[in-house]
């Protein structure tokens, strides 16, 4: 019989974060008995929660900045990956003035604590934290996603994001220290984490990388990459799993072993396979959003022990929102990852030069059909620059405008004079004409569009991600467009492209009301054209590196 051993499940090593320091009020050492003990006040715990949903929702880590850039300096990225790489500089230098946060999904606020066994709370830690969720969300400019059900039909917007996964866990390791990983998570992301059940047979690297290149390309672009990608393999429960890869994303686990020792079963990062699958990556074609190279920055691969009649495999990715951060409360007080600042020195002197890409301009202020007729001279990927005026309406308001025509009302008007953009804003910050405004997943309303083309509504369509092919047969059908709006600059379309925003009707529904709002050289791309081309399956298979715009 082996001798008895042991390992956490995922040891992890040394700590090389860089840490800001934010004060020591509220928190002190105490002695009872023989043992020292670190007390923490609850207005400690919410304030620095307060400043972590504050700081990842303005900053990035120097690390995914520094990959931005080097896809600009890349002479094999495509013109449209350094097109992609610039606009979310841009927008990271707006978002860093810390009044409009980087994305308009501020996205469901998680938090993961490890609490030695020698720190003291005054409170319940989850409601404290939970109090500096609120006062991040109710005081800055972020928007509110969460919905309360209140039947199993029926749910309401709480209003202030609130309720948030908060998990915490004893640690024995860091007996006197509080450690927190502080996550916002968008839908677009969240929506593209998967797991499956698979089986030995594709334990083995030929099987295992086809059934990966299919999978990845099923993730497509609707959660704004470049992606940090993370994929997990084994587990002792498909919900582990799924949670690993998740904290993978975020780099949570990169000091893991890089090897397994076959008697504890611990995890271990496989980077052989990291480097093999981002390759991978790189030669599907779909690039930073619209072709070319940069699917991924990055790749997380770790291996967990199974049961043997069992392989859960999980996909998760972190979008170009790459909002995490770590804090920690020690003895000499309370500290929060230091992130980014002052992103400027990121972009390239000149930028212009390094997009090699035509632009043809667009007035949105011309009849529809006018506008149909110029968009139908050009080619799926052409990149486009949008002025005039859009319609904004996203899955609320689809819903409640196909209700109202069902039961006899007519279509509104707006949907058939304007192009349709599927947003939703975060709220607007005091002298600015709109809160961070970019785009949502466009196939959430692919049910709805052949209906309303058929009406004469929705034949220009802005969003971000690919539609299926029930769309792209639906603008074959009725001369209809969809084009793609680059998934990530939030801030910097709210700054530089959206000059106006008035309510135009469901006014009750808040964010996800219709809006008419008027932009100034908005970027897009034509995705899906009145000829039944779309650029996610020209001719039915994966473009290629190299494919020309």
């Known amino acids: 019989m082996p001798h008895f051993s042991y390992s956490e499940l995922l040891p992890l090593g040394k700590d090389e974060t860089t840490y800001r320091f934010l004060g020591n009020e509220g928190v002190r050492v105490i002695t009872l008995g023989d043992k020292n003990f670190l007390q923490v006040d609850a207005t400690a715990l919410a304030q620095l929660t307060a400043e972590a949903i504050h700081d990842i929702s303005h900053y990035l880590r120097p690390a995914h900045l520094q990959q931005l850039a080097d896809i600009i300096a890349d ?15 841009k927008n990271a230098n707006i978002s860093a003035g810390g009044i409009l946060p980087m994305c308009q999904d501020t996205g469901t606020a998680l938090v993961m604590a490890k609490k030695g066994q020698h720190v003291l709370t005054t409170s319940k830690d989850e409601v404290a934290i939970s109090q500096g969720i609120y006062d991040a969300f109710t005081t800055l400019n972020l928007r509110y996603s969460q919905m309360a059900p209140i039947t ?3 749910e309401k917007n709480t209003g202030n994001n609130l309720p948030a996964q908060i998990e915490i866990l004893a640690d024995s390791d860091h007996l006197d220290e509080y450690n927190f990983l502080f996550i916002a998570k968008g839908g677009g992301s969240a929506n593209k984490s998967f797991l499956y059940q698979e089986t030995k047979a594709i334990l083995n690297p030929t099987a295992f990388m086809a059934w990966l290149d299919e999978k990845l390309r099923s993730i497509g672009t609707a959660a704004c990459p470049p992606y ?9 429960s498909a919900e582990h799993t799924v949670k690993t890869a998740k ?5 949570y686990l990169d000091s893991l072993p890089t090897s397994g020792d076959g008697l504890t079963g611990h ?6 396979l990291e480097a093999q699958v981002l390759e991978l990556t790189r030669k599907l074609g779909i690039g930073a959003q619209f072709g070319g190279k940069y699917f991924c920055h990055d790749v997380r691969v770790v291996r967990l022990p199974r049961h043997g009649a069992s392989l859960p495999i999980a996909i998760a990715v972190s979008c170009s929102a790459d909002r995490q951060a770590k804090a920690k409360i020690t003895h000499e007080g309370i500290f929060l990852e230091d992130l980014e600042r002052d992103p400027a020195h990121f972009l390239p002197e000149t930028t212009d030069e390094h997009l090699n890409d035509d632009v043809v301009a667009i007035d949105l202020n011309q009849p ?26 996203r899955d609320l308001a689809h819903a409640k405008i196909k209700e109202d025509m069902d039961s006899g009302k007519p279509m509104p008007e707006y949907l058939a004079k304007y192009a349709v953009y599927y947003a939703g804003p975060a709220k607007t910050p005091v002298g600015y004409a ?4 970019g785009p949502t997943t466009a196939g959430r309303m692919d049910s709805y569009v052949e209906y309303f083309q058929s009406k004469g509504g929705s034949l220009v369509m802005l969003a971000k991600g690919n539609r299926s092919k029930a769309v ?47 932009v100034l050289d908005f970027p897009a791309f034509i995705v899906v054209d009145d000829k039944g081309n779309d650029f996610f399956a020209v001719t039915g298979t994966p473009l290629k590196i190299g494919t020309k715009p």
């Not at 529809?368 to 052409?382: D, F, G, R, Y």
């Not at 709109?434 to 405004?437: A, R, T």
């Not at 379309?493 to 996800?512: P, R, T």
């Open 247 to 251: 904290l993978a994303s975020t780099k």
């Open 472 to 518: 792209t047969d639906s603008c074959k059908g009725y001369g209809g467009f969809y084009l793609g709006s680059i998934g990530g600059p939030a801030a910097r379309l709210a700054q530089e492209c959206i000059k106006k925003v008035e309510v135009l009707d469901f006014e009750e529904l808040g964010m996800e009301a219709v809006f008419k709002i008027e």
């Open 267 to 272: 995890g271990f990062r496989d980077l052989e």
């Open 75 to 89: 002479p094999e990225s495509s013109p449209n990956d350094r097109f992609v790489a610039t606009d979310l500089l």
């Open 434 to 437: 709109s809160g961070s405004f």
């Open 228 to 236: 940090h990608l993370a994929i997990v393999i084994g587990g002792t």
């Open 152 to 154: 199993t039909w029926e």
């Open 368 to 393: 529809m059909n006018l506008i149909c007729a110029e968009l139908s001279k050009h080619p799926v990927k052409t990149r486009l620059s949008l002025t005039g005026t859009l319609v904004v309406a």
